[in-house]
């Protein structure tokens, strides 16, 4: 009986930012590209496959080290570098410079760090002699929708939902980000020095000089800068706290905020007397949801299936691992 050979064609699909900002796209190629280059040396018949230039060059800039050792797996055929794009670019609407550009810089990057892929050479040899009438028709977008003013009486009408397929994929954080662009442009400042504070970095790459501050300031037109210190405080700063009536309030200097003891939910946050969320704001909901994570079917996830509660002093003690004895001695008078 004649045996079947399968082929697995090794890669990893990476978006560098999309839901998420650059750094973290850094530290998912840094593992990614370990994890393979590992591979590739331990097991003979296993070849990895990438492409994106800007991948490469994190991996230059954060870790040398292993960017050597691409560079010598890639010499020995065990490591190929696909296609030119410096970065996988968006289609649709690029003007064709820019698509000339991505893949321009992105092949003279490859060409420097890894030199001449001469199956690359072939492949476009290949197109050229058998498509020797091949161009782009669209410089810019604004040549591409003039030529559609010209053909609009044979276009298609379409009135549906513009984009059918993956109709949640593109849209499913839209709110998050109008967000963060309205606190972007709602900072404010009197041209004094600002109290800021520290925050839990975005990234996962083990870098000491990449810290994330958060202060209020006002931008003014043009360039800005800001050079920040930080101060380590001799104590964290304390904030009054105390329960009332079934409530834990935590009171500042212009924040007011009430916490119910039964429930853990906001009673009520005010700044400045202003009430800010709703009263049993935050409160951990459990989302109807689909398998498939690109929301192809889907452009919201809004029905509510269940609700967390806070459990119950055994049931806790349960969870957390204390004993029963433990649970006797506290309770105890």
């Known amino acids: 009986m004649k045996k079947t050979i399968i082929h697995l064609v090794c890669n990893a699909h990476m978006d560098p930012v ?3 900002e650059w750094e973290e796209g850094a530290a998912e190629a840094l593992s990614t590209f370990r994890t393979a280059a590992d591979l590739c040396e331990e097991f003979e018949g296993f070849i990895f496959n990438h492409n994106e230039v800007v991948l490469y060059k994190w991996i230059e800039e954060y870790d040398p080290n292993l960017f050597k ?7 020995a055929g065990k490591w190929h570098v696909m296609g030119g794009w410096y970065l996988q670019p968006d289609c649709n609407m690029t003007s064709g410079e820019g698509l000339v550009r991505q893949i321009l810089t992105g092949r003279q990057y490859f060409q420097e760090k890894f030199g001449p892929s001469r199956k690359d050479i072939r492949d476009i ?19 591409h929708f003039k030529d559609i003013k010209q053909h609009k009486k044979g276009l298609v009408r379409w009135e549906k939902d513009l984009n059918p397929e993956m109709v949640g994929c593109y ?33 996962n790459i083990t870098m000491d000089w990449r810290k994330r501050v ?30 009332e009536e079934g409530f ?11 916490i119910d003891t039964q429930t ?30 690109w929301g192809m079917t889907t452009d919201r996830f809004d029905k509510i299936t269940g609700r967390f509660q806070i459990l119950s002093p055994q049931k806790s003690a349960e969870v957390s691992g204390v004993s029963d004895k433990r649970q006797e001695l506290k309770t105890a008078p």
């Open 18 to 20: 999309w839901l998420w």
């Open 69 to 75: 050792r691409i560079q010598q797996l890639a010499a």
């Open 125 to 143: 040899n290949r197109i050229a002699e058998k498509e020797k009438g091949w161009q782009i028709l669209h410089s810019t977008p604004e040549a």
């Open 171 to 203: 849209t499913s954080m839209i709110r998050v980000k109008q967000g963060y662009r309205a606190l972007e442009n709602d900072l404010t400042h009197k041209g004094k020095q600002i109290p800021i504070q520290a925050e839990r970095p975005y990234s």
């Open 214 to 243: 958060a202060f209020h300031a006002k931008l003014e037109p043009g360039m800005n800068r800001f050079d920040v210190r930080l101060t380590r405080l001799p104590t964290r700063p304390q904030i009054e706290k105390k329960e």
């Open 248 to 258: 834990i309030r935590i009171c500042g200097e212009k924040i007011d905020w009430a």
């Open 264 to 293: 853990g939910l906001i009673g009520h946050f005010r700044v400045d007397g202003r009430e800010i969320v709703r009263t049993g704001a935050f409160q951990a909901l459990l989302m109807h949801d689909t398998p498939d994570p």
